[in-house]
């Protein structure tokens, strides 16, 4: 079957650093995803890892380890505005179909 | 560079109906991928088109289709509405690259909220 796991929520504080974490199981990989999703709102692009290794964009940066079938996202020097909805994604073999996860809500407390 | 936009923004119908949802892709793409996002969860993969076919389909019943213009443009039909069918209809738009149909990176409009009464 196809899995996506994730925590369904994490609280930090501004300033601090968390990691979300994903696991999945998939038939096929093309590659994973993670997506930033404000309430109301369309998610928004925030990282592509295909190879292992880790990705750092800014104050994000997302990890993948393809034999353990595991990835995590590290935010840091967190700020309020970074209160949303993590989601991990997974790309299927020839990148026809991907499967999200149901999504971690951060929250961000002062 | 316009992103992807849908229509409309938000729909109320009743059990039974028929609704047809509408997306156009960010420019450069051309691929279309339906997804419907219940309260509370991550969005379940509908379908995607490339070259006004369908390539791939979810776990959804026949009672969804959609279509692909020539433009890339593309339409969500969803027919004989079921309460069930209420969440946000999102669409995102790719780029097929080059190489074995690998798919860049999804941008997602900012969806159809229907409402099914």
């Known amino acids: 079957g196809q899995n996506i796991d994730q925590p369904t929520e994490m609280t930090a504080t501004e300033g601090a650093i968390v990691q979300i974490n994903c696991t999945y199981q998939?038939?096929?990989?093309?590659?994973l995803f993670w997506y930033q999703q404000h309430a109301g709102e369309a998610p928004t692009f925030l990282s592509y890892n295909v190879l292992d290794g880790l990705e750092e964009k800014g104050r994000f940066s997302s990890f993948l380890s393809r034999s353990k079938g595991y990835s995590y996202l590290l935010l840091k020097e967190l700020q309020m505005k970074d209160s949303a909805s993590y989601l991990c994604a997974v790309s299927n073999t020839g990148g026809f179909k991907t499967i999200f996860g149901a999504g971690t809500r951060l929250f961000v407390k002062a | 560079d316009a992103g992807v936009t849908q229509s409309p923004t938000h729909l109320i119908k009743t059990r039974g109906q028929q609704v047809t949802l509408r997306c156009s892709p960010k420019?450069?793409?051309?691929?279309v991928s339906w997804y419907q996002q219940a309260l509370g969860q991550g969005p379940q993969f509908i379908f995607q088109y490339y070259e006004e076919e369908e390539r791939q389909r979810g776990n959804f019943p026949d009672r969804f289709s959609g279509h692909q213009f020539p433009n890339y443009s593309s339409e969500l039909n969803v027919n004989a509405l079921l309460l069930g069918d209420s969440a946000l209809y999102l669409c995102a738009s790719s780029l097929v690259g080059t190489s074995g149909g690998f798919t860049d990176t999804q941008y997602f409009g900012p969806g159809t909220r229907l409402t099914v009464l």
């Open positions: 420019s450069g793409h051309d691929t």
């Open positions: 998939t038939s096929g990989f093309n590659g």
